[in-house]
């Protein structure tokens, strides 16, 4: 029982530190590896630990190992994550978009006077 409180500990002090060195709260978290954000939140306070399939979403998302994150390696091999400058062309493309949807709607509307 002790073992396992220790891993919650040490589990959810590097999950917190990586969110805050992102710059990254719960919502954004779950949003980028589809866990629940409740269930963050019981990681965050210590009260459980992730499935395999969830702390490998996390760490993907936190751009750092799984082995890393569950705190069984000091070294923090960070995985190449440039989800911010993805989500940056991302929003700049579906600006792109809708800009082109509104010259079709107007495109269209005309046509039809």
């Not at 779950?30 to 409740?38: M, T």
């Not at 939140?41 to 750092?64: C, T």
């Amino acid at each position: 029982m002790q073992e396992e409180n220790s891993q919650k500990s040490l589990f959810s002090a590097r999950l917190l530190s990586l969110m805050a060195d992102r710059e990254m709260n719960q919502v954004t978290l779950s949003n980028l590896s589809g866990v629940n954000q409740s269930g963050i939140s019981k990681y965050i306070r210590g009260d459980s630990l992730p499935r395999a399939g969830e702390l490998a979403r996390m760490a993907m998302a936190l751009g750092v190992t799984m082995d890393y994150l569950w705190g069984s390696n000091n070294d923090n091999c960070a995985v190449k994550n440039d989800w911010r400058e993805r989500a940056e062309k991302a929003e700049a493309s579906l600006a792109e978009l809708r800009n082109a949807l509104k010259i079709l709607v107007s495109n269209v509307a005309s046509l039809e006077e």
